[in-house]
């Protein structure tokens, strides 16, 4: 009876040690953030109760497993103390990332809460993402690390994998050229502030948002929702365009190729009407010029500012389908037009034509009785 008893006092003790500071850290959390609804810290380390639990669990039954006196644990005790040394490491490494995944994002909204400026909030988003994931990758190597080291033979071998450290080193710098450029560029992007989560850029001719910014790799969303995944390096080793660097203010540009006969002034209120009734005007400025000219037509710029570039967009398509419309409907002699059939001759070109007609019959005329009249040599 005593050999059942102990096992269940050892275990049962340790769940509900376990459930009770679970439940009493939770409880003490959730009035410290009700007495101080200001800081996010308190209601996001409440996601942290999980693995709390579990490494406080694992902690209690590494602790005590072997005062079960079970004939399992007698065996196996060996075994069953690295199994949950190993699971107290990873338990803590969880707990480790939770917590300061907990403590980067309060920051972050505790920030994005009193801030004004967007582009400002864009660059912090990133470099939090980018905190998250490196503190995630070096607990995880470190984690890793301590839980090889359990092994009794990853110590002996430890001695002479650190004697050849540098050489090793050389070798994998050199295999990991690549990712090594592309991690060092993340860190280069997420503290440089070149470009930032939100971002409007256009890369390779794809103009799209900034979705997502690894240590590794970007990803650009596009205007019809494909997802464009780049390396980092990229972006520190060719030009981009960034629409959301200096302000989200755009101008958006709309040519026409018209006709020399297009009425300029009206043309100009017209655009003037289009503009003040569009929702994607932000009311600065705009304007339409004639920019260039070729022997068949004429090139007209209107131009027209807006918020955003998604809004630059909307305006420049709303004024090119408007006034195309407008010029069909009232001025259709402005639209450019090409020709299908040879020009008509003006009337004093009939005789000259003629003439011509004339004088090469006659030559013709000429040269075949003179080689009608010479005798063939002999």
């Not at 096992?7 to 340790?14: A, E, R, W």
């Not at 579990?54 to 644990?73: I, M, N, P």
């Not at 690390?145 to 080193?169: C, E, K, N, Q, Y």
């Not at 004429?298 to 998604?310: G, S, W």
Request: charged letters at 20%.
């Amino acid at each position: 009876m005593e050999d059942v008893l102990r096992p269940l006092i050892v275990i049962g003790g340790s769940l509900a040690i376990t459930l009770f500071i679970g439940w009493a850290v939770d409880w003490l959390l959730r009035r410290i953030d009700a007495r101080h609804p200001e800081t996010p810290l308190w209601g996001q380390l409440r996601r942290c109760r999980l693995p709390l639990q579990v490494t406080v669990c694992t902690a209690l039954l590494s602790g005590s497993y072997d005062k079960t006196e079970a004939r399992v644990v007698q065996q196996h005790g060996s075994a069953i103390g690295q199994l949950l040394a190993l699971v107290l490491i990873a338990a803590t490494a969880w707990l480790m990332v939770r917590v300061s995944s907990a403590v980067v994002e309060s920051s972050y909204f505790r920030y994005a809460s009193s801030a004004h400026d967007p582009a400002r909030v864009r660059r912090v988003r990133t470099q939090v993402t980018l905190i998250q994931r490196v503190v995630a990758a070096v607990v995880g190597v470190v984690a890793a690390s301590a839980m090889l080291l359990t092994f009794p033979t990853m110590r002996t071998v430890g001695t002479s994998m650190l004697a050849s450290a540098g050489i090793l080193g050389v070798v994998a710098g050199v295999a990991a050229q690549s990712t090594l450029g592309n991690l060092f560029a993340g860190l280069q992007i997420a503290f440089g502030d070149m470009v930032r989560i939100g971002d409007t850029v256009v890369v390779d001719g794809e103009w799209g948002t900034v979705e997502e910014i690894t240590l590794t790799f970007l990803s650009v969303r596009t205007w019809d929702e494909r997802r464009i995944t780049m390396p980092v390096s990229y972006f520190t080793s060719k030009p981009f365009e960034n629409w959301s660097r200096g302000g989200t203010q755009k101008v958006a540009t709309v040519l026409f190729h018209l006709d020399h006969t297009t009425p300029i002034e009206e043309m100009r209120e017209q655009l003037r009407e289009i503009v003040q009734k569009s929702p994607a005007w932000d009311g600065r400025n705009w304007n339409l010029v004639v920019t260039d000219t070729t022997p068949s037509t004429i090139v007209v710029r209107a131009l027209i500012t807006a918020r955003d570039p998604d809004d630059a967009w909307a305006a420049r398509c709303e004024v090119r389908e408007k006034m195309i419309a407008w010029l069909r409907d009232t001025h259709p002699y402005a639209l450019p037009r090409i020709a299908t059939t040879p020009a008509a001759q003006p009337p004093q070109a009939a005789p000259d034509h003629d003439r011509r007609h004339d004088r090469h019959d006659h030559f013709a005329r000429f040269e075949g009785g003179l080689h009608k009249d010479v005798p063939p040599a002999r």
